[in-house]
């Protein structure tokens, strides 16, 4: 480094936490309405870990870099966030690192998750589809499942509860989660060479990728994302168990994320899985109204 050129120091816990909610309110078009059930310190803390989440992802997904120098990149995150997590070093290195170490520490998340975080980012730069659905569900475990375990972590459990039992249940809620984002977004992925859904589905239901990459909704198609549908339902209802578990504060952000991700689910239906002609979402009143339902919930408990 030349000897002009000085290292500015971390942002302070204040300042790095500000950084992790204005990127949260810009970023997370679903998330962030659920978020505001919340009350404003845990708020903060879930802006923390999306915020983190939010860098792994875009580091795997910019486009202006190839995929060699992406790789490169997420090994040094994965470098710089091991010395942040052990030993409090490279906070300067990105605005959110103060903010989300001290999440961390706080909040016990094992260091493991955070880890497999990077490790699903970086497996999805290789080439090559999945070829089973337990590939399928390995993958959302790293990019969705631990998500869900650090975030029964910010949220706390219930004094009888215990973490052992309730991971399987944050995994299968990423499972549908993510599968919904899957089915929502097959074109946009198939047209940068990716299919997260099993080649086997595929086969069974005669789908090619031709059906992706041109947007087919014939009767193959359909008859797949009726499979697919009713197997992410499965999950959500499998979800249903957490909330038998997690804080009272938890309770209504849980309930909200379902609601909206759950909703693009069945919009998907709605539309006869046409997940072709237009990016399947929920309306900006729809997503206000359910984050104002699970809040008059909450204010009622
Ligand atoms: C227990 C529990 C809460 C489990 C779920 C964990 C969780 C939140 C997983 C995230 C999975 C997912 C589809 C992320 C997309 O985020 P995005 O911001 O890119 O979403 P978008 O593409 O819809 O905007």
Redesign the pocket.
Known sequence: MPADQVTPPPLTLEQSARYCQQLTRR?????YFAFLTLPKPDRRDMSILYAFMRHC?DIGDDPDKTIEARRTELEQWRTVTNAALAQGDKLEFHSLLPAFVDLVERKAIPHEFLQAVITGVERDLHEGSVQTFEELEDYCYHV?GV??RC??HVWGLNPNSRFEDVYPL?DS??LA??L??ILRDLQEDSLLGRCYLPQGDLDDHQVTRTHLLEGLNDPLFQSLMKFEVARAREYYAQAQA?FDHISPTGKPV?GA?IKIYGGILDEIERRHYDVFTKRVSLSYPRKVSIALGAMLRRSKS
């Open positions: 970023r997370a078009g679903n998330f992802d969705a998500v869900g975030c029964v944050a809620c990423g989660f993510q919904t984002n957490l849980l994320m």
